[in-house]
């Protein structure tokens, strides 16, 4: 079918396939892209709405709007699903549409393994969530039994002593089911990355997004194995009965720790380094000017890599691990600052002497150097252990982080969307609601979490679902509380900007002017991206005089595109029934026969999927 | 006075937020006693260390915000596009320049961590001879306080005398907490299985609060606990009584002896009873819950939730799990009168 795909203004040939089908057997990156973009962009929704809760909740000392209960599982599930279930595809969402377009290749190395990793993802999303009205299936008594012991899970709180329920088991096997699709993507896009690139398009000419996405797809493989190993040890000490975190047994509560934030700190880096990149892309483009210092940029990218390994106990100080264990990680964590301020720097200067065209992607770009500047401050603050251990697990940590991830990460994926929307959707959002978006968040996000750094001081600890009315925290409370509602109505603003994006003009290949290979094509683009590979001779080659050999608008001959496959899907099936499988395991029979029927479904899927005919 | 001791570097006040952050801060200092938990007002010679490294720290962050923050906002104002504007010249960069601020920085932390490390080092000191010795266990979902060499268990409210260095051996008898006081220094996770330290010296008098700053399920929230500082001579005073048997039973009074016989006797369909787990000296042993035996000098109960007056501890009574959720106290029916004399019995046990 899809062998040969000749542009669709020749009326002699079929358009790109369309319909429900097409998108559940796509394996074009651009619309998995897409599929990554909406579904993750609805799970932040819904991280957002039970950030809304707790905040209402917190809005006041001694209020009972959610039971403390179901505000663990609130607090725990906000958490979970913004770092697993939307910023994390968020990114994803932009490394399929962009990344393969910015290096020049016709699609990412392994098309359907790319399909298969989104449904893992959709799936595994799905299962989590289930948890929230699966309480009558396991006999709980109230409809929602998600997880509660926080997005860090410490042990032996998820011990089955501590929590008996299937909470922690949904939270367990969906990080599980998570992490497949993050590895099998991260696997997909180093090799794509590696071995796609277009005639020309050497290491040091490539995007500064494509390059701060592949430093994250090595975080992703090395950090995602560790987290698994910490997972299968606590779902053997709740199926099986071992007692790597059984203390009564020789077990050790500080083993898991160690193996969290081994993966959590290089997590943070994954969360953060993409929204880095895009950063780096519209920077230059608003400004008129290359990126100053690109070499500087992309290793500094890379040694935050790196260093991220070697910081995970400074999550850990109040634990007493000694003095040189504290100075130590002490010290490498500041060494992070060097190059994290260096990025900053380096944005700056790239502004400096520019031609700066404050339009939304823009705005969303420089917000995120303003927050990321607090974010990096408050970090310092308790890189120092004796300062830490008044500042860890109260708001001054909680403010800290968010000025990082939403002030930072978030602001720069939404810099991304508004950036690359017109290449994706052929229309431009509007720029005016964009600007009021913006400012809308950009206050509510202070308002939020700016008085957090102060409540945090002044002794209010994280993950307490009421508070002392007489702590004088009621008003720092109560402001946080509308800064939220106010980035609510921001999100309502983005939204009706989606809605009302339709009736927006057309965009044209290059609506901002910008330097990078992906502007150099149709918006949206054809399915096969280029009609010709390109041939790059510059770092900015649609900057440059003569930077990239021409790229026709009608093909000169048929061109290979991959054909459409439901066998991805089919295999992320399998894996979500195995899942299901494990949850059932105070039932031993029906649960061993779930698990071995979705492994025969998997392991069909993968079968038929290697024996799928190639050309169709 | 302000909660650091000196203002190193004069603030850029045109940045909004940096005013606001300013304005907080002198609410904080000038009104600390509406922030009872503040880790900015501390009273012992450890929160005074960490109190003074994090001014430091604090105003090096400030400085750099301020310069950082303002050269960002001089660039957007400067180079903003203005009509008939040309392209702006292609620079690439300037390697002097991007050595100097990959040092500078680099200078500022150097700065930074060498205080810290001293910090780090004073802090982790082994507890001087003499220092009073607590073992601190966390439990879902309050606090158990044992002075082994003085003879004194008690729930929630640490006493420590003024002036004596305190080594608090913290430790956990089910999942992890962590035990903080704010005023008197940083926390330190409880932990089944390990034994962790915190050593300091209060040097005022008076009852600072704290609470669990780890979370340890659905009560996390209700997990506090309050640290009196008395003078010595206090101190020995509350050491003795609590040290002895608690006070023969008023035989005239009916009430505290209809208590007592309820404590003894109350024993629910499920099978649970006040002696299975709470300890009163001479009439029972249980140890899951708080030691009661002096329960009666205690200012709060039910993890220091609930002022411990005749209606707090109604209040608790009626329906333990409805004041601190998931409380292993399950609810037992109990009539008024029962109350009643548990309330008076629980008082006269001072």
């Not at chain 1, 969290?260 to 895009?278: D, K, R, S, T």
Request: with cysteine; charged share 10%.
């Amino acid at each position: 079918m899809a062998t040969t795909a000749i542009p669709q203004s020749s009326p002699a040939v079929p358009a790109a396939p369309t319909g429900v089908w097409s998108w559940i057997t796509t394996t074009d990156h651009k619309r998995i892209g897409v599929l990554y973009g909406v579904t993750a962009f609805l799970f932040f929704l819904l991280g957002g709405l039970e950030a809304l809760v707790i905040r209402i909740q917190l809005g006041g000392p001694e209020q009972h709007v959610v039971s403390a209960e179901f505000y663990n599982q609130l607090f725990t599930m906000h958490g979970t699903t913004m770092v697993f279930l939307a910023i994390m595809p968020l990114s994803a969402a932009f490394f399929n549409f962009v990344i393969p377009l910015q290096i020049g290749a016709r699609d990412v190395a392994f098309p359907r393994l790319n399909a298969f990793s989104y449904w893992v993802f959709l799936l595994g999303g799905l299962f989590m969530n289930a948890s929230f009205v699966a309480g009558p299936l396991f006999g709980a008594g109230h409809l929602s039994v998600a997880p509660n012991a926080g997005w860090f899970g410490y042990a032996n709180l998820t011990s089955t002593q501590f929590s008996p329920g299937p909470n922690i088991d949904f939270w367990v096997l969906g990080i599980q089911i998570l992490g497949v699709a993050s590895l099998a993507a991260a696997f997909n896009f180093i090799t794509t990355i590696i071995n796609l690139r277009a005639p020309g398009m050497t290491w040091m000419r490539m995007p500064v997004f494509t390059w701060m996405s592949f430093v994250t797809q090595f975080l992703i493989i090395t950090a995602f194995p560790v987290i698994t190993i910490g997972l299968v040890f606590l779902l053997f000490d709740r199926v099986f009965g071992t007692n790597f975190y059984n203390v009564r047994a020789g077990g050790d509560v500080l083993l898991w720790q160690h193996l969290f934030w081994l993966f959590g700190h290089p997590e943070v880096y994954i969360l953060i380094l993409p929204a880095m990149g895009i950063v780096s892309e519209v920077l230059p483009t608003f400004s008129r000017k290359p990126l100053f210092g690109y070499a500087v940029v992309v290793y500094s990218g890379v040694l935050i890599g790196v260093v991220g390994w070697g910081v995970w106990a400074h999550h850990m100080f109040a634990t007493g691990l000694g003095p040189v264990a504290d100075s130590v990680f002490s010290a490498s964590t500041m060494l992070i600052a060097v190059p994290t301020g260096v990025k900053i720097f380096n944005w700056i200067a790239t502004m400096w002497g520019g031609r700066l065209e404050f339009r939304t992607p823009m705005l969303f770009a420089v917000g995120f150097i303003s927050m990321f500047i607090i974010g990096g401050l408050s970090g310092v603050m308790h890189a120092s252990p004796p300062a830490d251990l008044q500042q860890t697990d109260t708001y001054f940590v909680v403010a800290h982080f968010h000025y990082v991830l939403f002030g930072g990460a978030v602001q720069g994926i939404f810099a991304g969307i508004y950036y690359w929307w017109p290449k994706i959707f052929g229309r431009a959002l509007n720029d005016r609601l964009g600007k009021l978006h913006f400012w809308l968040m950009f206050a509510g996000l202070n308002l939020t979490f700016f008085p957090m750094h102060f409540s945090g001081l002044l002794g209010m600890p994280r993950r307490i679902y009421t508070y002392a009315p007489d702590l004088g925290l009621n008003t720092l409370n109560l402001i946080s509380t509308v800064g939220a509602l106010l980035t609510g109505v921001a999100m309502l603003v983005f939204l009706y900007n989606v809605l009302a994006s339709r009736k927006q003009p057309p965009a044209g290949k290059n609506p901002w002017g910008a330097a990078t290979l992906e502007w150099a094509i149709a918006s949206p683009p054809p399915a096969y991206n280029f009609s010709v590979l390109p041939t790059v001779k510059s770092r900015l080659p649609l900057w440059t005089e003569d930077g990239v050999s021409e790229i026709p608008d009608v093909p000169p001959g048929p061109i290979h595109v991959p054909p459409g496959s439901a066998r991805p899907l089919i295999a992320a099936v399998g894996i979500l029934t195995m899942g299901i499988g494990a949850l059932m395991h105070h039932h031993f029979l029906p649960s061993l026969l779930t698990v071995l029927g979705g492994a025969a479904i998997l392991v069909y899927g993968i079968y038929s999927w290697a024996f799928e005919p190639f050309e169709v | 006075m302000a909660p650091v001791p000196h203002r190193r570097f004069p603030a850029a006040a045109s940045w909004p937020r940096l005013a606001a952050l300013a304005v907080g801060l002198l609410v904080v200092g000038c009104a600390s006693d509406r922030f009872p938990q503040t880790t900015f007002r501390p009273v012992s010679d450890a929160g005074e260390a960490i109190n003074r490294l994090y001014g430091q720290i604090f105003w090096w962050a400030v400085f750099v915000f301020a310069v950082v923050q303002s050269a960002l906002v001089v660039t957007l104002i400067r180079y903003r596009r203005r009509p008939g504007q040309g392209e702006p010249k292609q620079t690439h960069g300037h390697t002097l320049v991007e050595i100097a601020w990959t040092l500078a920085p680099a200078v500022i932390l150097v700065v930074i961590a060498v205080p810290t490390v001293r910090t780090i080092f004073r802090l982790s000191g082994t507890p001087p001879a003499g220092a009073l010795q607590v073992e601190v266990t966390g439990h879902q979902w309050w606090w158990e306080f044992r002075y082994a060499e003085l003879g004194v268990v008690t729930a929630n409210e640490l006493h420590v005398p003024l002036g004596q260095p305190v080594a608090l051996a913290i430790t956990s008898a089910d999942v992890i907490h962590s035990f903080w006081a704010p005023r008197l220094s940083g926390k330190r996770d409880a932990m089944p299985g390990r034994t962790t330290r915190l050593v300091f010296t209060a040097d005022s008098v008076g009852t600072f609060l704290g609470q669990c700053a780890e979370f340890c399920g659905d009560s996390h929230a209700n997990m506090r606990l309050r640290v009196m500082v008395d003078s010595p001579a206090v101190f020995a005073a509350w050491a003795a009584r609590q040290s002895a048997a608690p006070p023969p039973l008023d035989s005239s009074d009916a009430l505290v002896l209809r208590g007592e016989e309820a404590f003894r006797r109350i024993r629910d369909p499920g099978n649970h009873s006040c002696v299975a787990c709470h300890t009163i000296a001479g009439i029972s042993g249980g140890a899951l819950g708080p030691n009661l035996s002096h329960v009666g000098s205690r200012t709060t109960i039910a993890g220091g939730t609930l002022r411990s007056d005749s209606a707090g501890i109604a209040r608790w009574l009626h329906d333990p799990p409805g004041v601190k959720p998931g409380s292993l106290m399950p609810r037992i029916e109990l009539t008024d009168d029962e109350i009643a004399a548990l309330i008076a019995y629980l008082h006269s046990r001072k």
